[in-house]
C-alpha cells in the first residue's frame, strides 16, 4: 500500500508538525510546500492538507482549492485563544482582516484542548474541532520531573513573545513588568529570572535568559524557577505542565480564555500573589492542574492523536468532533459585526454585494500580484548588467 501524501503548507512553524511526522515514520509522506499555489496542489493531488494558520490569503486560497478537489484539510491550533489576539490585533477582525477562527476554513482543526475545541465550536465549526493537544510539547510529557522547592524563593518573569498587538497594549504591559521588577527588586529573599522580549528586556535594563523562542529552551529556564509570572500565553501551560504555580501578569483589564489560579491585574495585586505563588495552597494547585487538563490534552503524547487524526483523513474516514450538545447545528455563532462594530464590511448583509466585492479584490490582488512579479523580474535583469560602459545604440 502506497503511503499517504500530506502536503504541508508552511514556511516556519516546523516544530508542530515533525512530532507528527517522527510519530508516522514511514506510514505517510510529508510535502512541505513553501509557495501556497493553489494550482500545483491540485495537480499533485495529496491524500491530505495540512495548514497552522488558515489566515493568510494564499493559505485560504490553497484549501479552498483542496475542498473543490475533494482533499480533505487540517489546521493545527498554535497556541492558546487570547482576547487581545482575537478581537483587539489589527492583523485580524478589528483591524479590516478576517476574523481569526471565525470560521476555521480548513475542513477540520486540530484543537490544543477542550476548552479551545469548545470555543472555537461556538464560533460557527460545528463538528470541525477536535481536541488533540499540541505536539510541540510532548516533550514535556516524558522530560524528568524536577520538583519545585516549597517555600520557594525563585521566580521566572515570562512575557508572551509578542508582548502587545498595539501601541497602547504595549505599553500597558511595560507598565506592569515596571512595577513588578520594582517590587521584586524591594526582596532581597527572592530570585528573579527574566525571560521576556528583547525589546522589553532593553526597556526594563534587566539581564534576559531569553536565547530563541523554544520549548525546549523555556523548559530549561522554568525548571530552574520556583514558580512564574507570565503575561498570558502558550508558556502558561507549558509552566503548568512542568509543576511550576502559574500567575498571569494581566494589566489589560480584559475577558481571559485561559484562566489561572493567581492574577495579577494591578499593582497592589503584586506582593500577595508572589507570596502565594512561592508557597502555593494545595486547593489553588489542584485548580491549576483541572485547568491545564481542560486547556491542554496533556495525558499521553499529542503527536499520536494528531498522526491518527491525519491518517483517517487520508483514508476518508468518518471524523467525530465536538458538537454542540442536543443540535445537530450547534448555537448561533456571534453576529461579526456586534463583535468588530468599527468594521462596515462585518455589517453588510447582501450576498450579491459581497460576492461582486470579492471578485473585484480578487482580480486587483491577482493584477498587483502580477506587477510585483515583474518589478522583481526587472530588478535581477537590473543586477545583472554589466557595470560601466554605455549600451551601444541602435
Same mark, same amino acid.
Given at each position: 500500500?502506497?503511503?499517504? #501524501?500530506?502536503?504541508?503548507? *508552511?514556511? =516556519?512553524? +516546523?516544530?508542530?508538525?515533525?512530532?507528527?511526522?517522527?510519530?508516522?515514520?514511514?506510514?505517510?509522506? +510529508?510535502?512541505?510546500?513553501?509557495?501556497?499555489?493553489?494550482?500545483?496542489?491540485? #495537480?499533485?493531488? $495529496?491524500? /491530505?492538507?495540512? @495548514?497552522?494558520?488558515?489566515?493568510?490569503?494564499?493559505?485560504?486560497? @490553497?484549501?479552498?482549492?483542496?475542498?473543490?478537489?475533494?482533499?480533505?484539510?487540517?489546521?493545527?491550533? =498554535?497556541?492558546?485563544?487570547?482576547?487581545? @489576539?482575537?478581537? !483587539?490585533?489589527?492583523?485580524?477582525?478589528?483591524?479590516?482582516?478576517? $476574523?481569526?477562527?471565525? $470560521?476555521?476554513?480548513?475542513?477540520?482543526?486540530?484543537?490544543?484542548?477542550?476548552?479551545?475545541?469548545?470555543?472555537?465550536?461556538?464560533?460557527?465549526?460545528?463538528?470541525?474541532?477536535?481536541?488533540?493537544?499540541?505536539?510541540?510539547?510532548?516533550?514535556?510529557?516524558?522530560?524528568?520531573?524536577?520538583?519545585? %522547592?516549597?517555600?520557594?524563593?525563585?521566580? *521566572?518573569?515570562?512575557?508572551?513573545?509578542?508582548?502587545?498587538?498595539?501601541?497602547?497594549?504595549?505599553?500597558?504591559?511595560?507598565?506592569?513588568?515596571?512595577?513588578?521588577?520594582? +517590587?521584586?527588586?524591594?526582596?532581597?529573599?527572592?530570585?528573579?529570572?527574566?525571560?521576556?522580549?528583547?525589546?522589553?528586556?532593553?526597556?526594563?535594563?534587566?539581564?534576559?535568559?531569553?536565547?530563541?523562542?523554544?520549548?525546549?529552551?523555556?523548559?530549561?529556564?522554568?525548571? %530552574?524557577?520556583?514558580?512564574?509570572?507570565?503575561?498570558?500565553?502558550?508558556?502558561?501551560?507549558?509552566?503548568?505542565?512542568?509543576?511550576?504555580?502559574?500567575?498571569?501578569?494581566?494589566?489589560?483589564?480584559?475577558? #481571559?480564555?485561559?484562566?489561572?489560579?493567581?492574577?495579577?491585574?494591578?499593582? !497592589?495585586?503584586?506582593?500577595?500573589?508572589?507570596? !502565594?505563588?512561592?508557597? &502555593?495552597?494545595?486547593?489553588?494547585?489542584?485548580?491549576?492542574?483541572?485547568?491545564?487538563?481542560?486547556?491542554?490534552?496533556?495525558?499521553?503524547?499529542?503527536?499520536?492523536?494528531?498522526?491518527?487524526?491525519?491518517?483517517?483523513?487520508?483514508? %476518508?474516514?468518518?471524523?467525530? /468532533?465536538?458538537?454542540?450538545?442536543?443540535?445537530?447545528?450547534?448555537?448561533?455563532?456571534?453576529? *461579526? =459585526?456586534?463583535?468588530? &462594530?468599527?468594521?462596515?464590511?462585518?455589517?453588510?448583509?447582501?450576498?450579491?454585494?459581497?460576492?461582486?466585492?470579492?471578485? %473585484?479584490?480578487?482580480?486587483?490582488?491577482?493584477?498587483?500580484?502580477?506587477?510585483?512579479?515583474?518589478?522583481?523580474?526587472?530588478?535581477?535583469?537590473?543586477?545583472?548588467?554589466?557595470?560601466?560602459?554605455?549600451?551601444?545604440?541602435?
Amino acid at each position: 500500500m502506497t503511503a499517504p #501524501r500530506i502536503w504541508c503548507l *508552511l514556511r =516556519d512553524q +516546523f516544530a508542530h508538525v515533525r512530532p507528527v511526522a517522527d510519530a508516522l515514520g514511514d506510514s505517510a509522506r +510529508f510535502v512541505y510546500d513553501s509557495d501556497w499555489n493553489p494550482d500545483v496542489l491540485v #495537480r499533485e493531488s $495529496p491524500d /491530505a492538507v495540512l @495548514c497552522i494558520n488558515d489566515w493568510p490569503y494564499d493559505v485560504a486560497r @490553497c484549501l479552498d482549492a483542496a475542498r473543490r478537489a475533494s482533499i480533505p484539510s487540517l489546521a493545527l491550533q =498554535d497556541g492558546i485563544l487570547e482576547w487581545r @489576539c482575537q478581537y !483587539e490585533n489589527p492583523l485580524f477582525g478589528s483591524g479590516g482582516g478576517a $476574523p481569526q477562527h471565525q $470560521p476555521v476554513l480548513a475542513d477540520y482543526i486540530a484543537c490544543i484542548g477542550r476548552q479551545s475545541a469548545r470555543q472555537i465550536t461556538a464560533w460557527g465549526n460545528v463538528g470541525r474541532a477536535i481536541a488533540t493537544g499540541m505536539p510541540r510539547l510532548d516533550h514535556l510529557l516524558s522530560r524528568p520531573k524536577v520538583e519545585r %522547592r516549597v517555600p520557594g524563593s525563585t521566580v *521566572l518573569v515570562m512575557t508572551a513573545k509578542n508582548p502587545g498587538f498595539t501601541e497602547e497594549q504595549r505599553a500597558v504591559t511595560l507598565e506592569s513588568l515596571r512595577d513588578l521588577k520594582a +517590587f521584586l527588586g524591594s526582596r532581597a529573599d527572592i530570585t528573579v529570572l527574566w525571560r521576556v522580549g528583547r525589546d522589553i528586556a532593553r526597556q526594563l535594563g534587566i539581564e534576559n535568559l531569553l536565547s530563541e523562542m523554544e520549548s525546549a529552551e523555556l523548559a530549561a529556564v522554568v525548571e %530552574r524557577a520556583d514558580a512564574v509570572v507570565t503575561t498570558p500565553s502558550t508558556a502558561m501551560l507549558e509552566a503548568m505542565l512542568l509543576n511550576r504555580p502559574v500567575a498571569a501578569l494581566d494589566y489589560h483589564n480584559v475577558p #481571559r480564555f485561559v484562566p489561572t489560579a493567581w492574577t495579577i491585574s494591578a499593582r !497592589e495585586q503584586i506582593a500577595p500573589v508572589v507570596d !502565594e505563588i512561592l508557597s &502555593p495552597s494545595a486547593r489553588k494547585l489542584a485548580y491549576q492542574d483541572d485547568v491545564l487538563h481542560d486547556c491542554l490534552e496533556c495525558r499521553t503524547p499529542a503527536a499520536s492523536r494528531v498522526a491518527d487524526l491525519i491518517m483517517r483523513l487520508a483514508a %476518508r474516514e468518518r471524523i467525530d /468532533a465536538l458538537r454542540e450538545p442536543n443540535s445537530d447545528q450547534g448555537a448561533t455563532p456571534p453576529a *461579526l =459585526d456586534a463583535l468588530y &462594530p468599527d468594521e462596515p464590511i462585518f455589517a453588510e448583509r447582501d450576498l450579491r454585494a459581497l460576492q461582486v466585492r470579492l471578485t %473585484r479584490l480578487q482580480k486587483e490582488n491577482e493584477s498587483l500580484r502580477r506587477r510585483v512579479r515583474l518589478s522583481d523580474v526587472a530588478r535581477r535583469l537590473l543586477r545583472r548588467r554589466p557595470s560601466g560602459g554605455r549600451e551601444a545604440s541602435s
